[in-house]
């Protein structure tokens, strides 16, 4: 587990310049995703799952983490 972090680590910072949210996901614009975003794009997504994906905690899920979700698979 914790090689895969380092991994997903490392590719975040190649891939900084180029990160955003898909088009659509971020409904209000606002740069980052609240639970109701993440569940009108990710239906089957339960509370736990977004707090696992929010790792500073913060109630919302910044491009970093959403880009973290992704290369760890949480995210399809
Ligand atoms: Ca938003
Ligand atoms: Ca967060």
Not at 63 to 75: C, N, S
């Amino acid at each position: 587990m914790k090689k895969i972090f380092i991994s997903a680590v490392a590719v975040l910072g190649f891939a900084t310049a180029a990160m955003a949210f898909e088009q659509g996901v971020d409904a209000n614009e606002d740069g980052v995703l609240s639970f109701d975003e993440m569940v009108a794009a990710y239906p089957e997504l339960t509370q736990e799952t977004f707090t696992a994906i929010d790792t500073d905690q913060d109630g919302t899920i910044s491009a970093e983490e959403w880009t973290v979700a992704k290369e760890l698979g949480i995210l399809k």
